[in-house]
């Protein structure tokens, strides 16, 4: 599923991902049953870690409050930042992903895990070009 992504990230000299292990990937699902397969699939095929030292995609799913000093909303849980306060995660609710900005606020996008993680590769790796 992600071949082409995981060539691109793992072939960068600036990223440092390492794999995630088959139980932390059951931990994560029995807590997290209904998380979408297609950020499962990421953790397996591809792994965790900095990507291109730009972004963060977290070996397992954070707390809102882990990250954030602002209100804890319970429904939100954080899979990756740009290591600047900016964090993607899922809504727990719908499991789509939002945004969360550095002030703590939430926004929902409009795209599943895997069109997130592209789109956020593509920043990364076009503005190195």
């Known amino acids: 599923m992600y071949d082409e992504l995981k060539k691109q990230i793992l072939e960068d000299e600036d990223t440092d991902f390492d794999s995630v292990s088959d139980t932390t990937i059951a931990e994560i699902e ?3 049953p209904e998380i979408p397969q297609d ?3 990421f953790l397996r095929e591809v792994g ?4 291109a030292m730009c972004y963060v995609i977290y070996r397992s799913p954070k707390t809102f ?3 954030y ?3 804890t909303p319970q429904d939100i849980i ?5 290591m600047s306060g900016r964090c993607i995660g899922f809504d727990k609710w719908t499991w789509n992903i939002v945004e969360v900005q550095n002030t703590g606020k939430v ?8 069109q997130a993680i592209s789109e ?9 070009d």
């Open 69 to 71: 000093d602002a209100a």
């Open 78 to 82: 954080l899979i990756g930042d740009n």
């Open 120 to 128: 956020i590769c593509y920043e990364i790796f076009e503005e190195e």
């Open 107 to 114: 926004v929902p996008m409009d795209s599943s895990f895997s």
């Open 39 to 41: 950020y499962i699939a």
């Open 48 to 51: 965790w870690g900095a990507i």
């Open 30 to 32: 029995s807590d997290y």
């Open 65 to 67: 409050g882990e990250v």
